[in-house]
């Protein structure tokens, strides 16, 4: 009930084109679900976030969709670039008493010039 | 402002040494918690430290610990190091902790043990 399952593990796009990752949870009392995103030798760097209120939010290229019946999210990148090209985690954020994040196992992500 | 510190960024250990990974947060932040990133396993959360306190824990050996001092800044030590502890291990800091509030990773310490 505490995991986070991301889909694809890995994802070829060409440049311009759309980038879909899919993100899926169990436990309803997640109420926090960020999107990070981590190039070679980097930490994770938030990219974009949602809370389960809202169905859709966008930020410049990148937009995510929530959809909480299907307890199911994603994160499209529009008109994807080489420079896009990480590796993406879904996360969710629980409050138990304290709090911590539980992230999918990633999406490694190249865009082809 | 400096983003979270971690020290050091790379070190190659012994099966059955220890090792102490130390953290400095973002100035203002009091949440810092710890993760071990692996190829197959993602991100697997380590624990949560407020104000000097253990607040959460996830499901790693005692071998692991870790403590936060008064000025926020972490430290985390593995003991009795084995093969399988060879990691990317991330700090991320956070102004209170709690849902919704950002955190903020570091660079990571990478962690190889022979």
């Known amino acids: 009930q505490q995991q986070v399952k991301q889909s694809p593990q890995s994802l070829i796009v060409q440049k311009g084109g759309i980038s879909i990752i899919n993100c899926a949870y169990e436990n309803t009392a997640f109420d926090y679900f960020p999107w990070y995103q981590q190039f070679p030798g980097k930490g994770p760097a938030l990219l974009i976030a949602?809370?389960?209120?809202?169905s859709e939010k966008k930020e410049g290229r990148f937009t995510i969709s929530f959809n909480k019946s299907a307890k199911q999210f994603s994160l499209h990148i529009m008109d994807s670039q080489p420079g896009d090209s990480a590796t993406y985690f879904c996360?969710?954020?629980?409050?138990?008493?304290?709090?911590?994040?539980?992230f999918g196992t990633g999406t490694r992500l190249k865009v082809l010039a | 402002k400096a983003g979270v510190t971690q020290t050091p960024r790379y070190l190659i250990k012994t099966r059955g040494q220890q090792v102490t990974l130390s953290c400095s947060p973002i100035s203002g932040h009091r949440s810092v918690s710890w993760y071990q990133q692996t190829p197959g396993q993602g991100l697997q959360f380590l624990f949560e430290?407020?104000?000097?306190?253990?607040?959460n824990k996830g499901n790693f050996p005692g071998r692991f610990s870790g403590r936060q001092f008064s000025n926020s800044r972490s430290e985390m030590n593995v003991s009795t190091l084995e093969l399988g502890d060879s990691a990317l291990y991330l700090c991320a800091s956070s102004l209170m902790g709690g849902s919704g509030n950002t955190i903020y990773f570091g660079e990571g310490s990478w962690l190889t043990v022979v």
């Open positions: 430290y407020f104000s000097e306190t253990q607040r």
């Open positions: 949602i809370r389960p209120d809202v």
């Open positions: 996360a969710a954020s629980i409050r138990t008493g304290t709090y911590k994040y539980i």
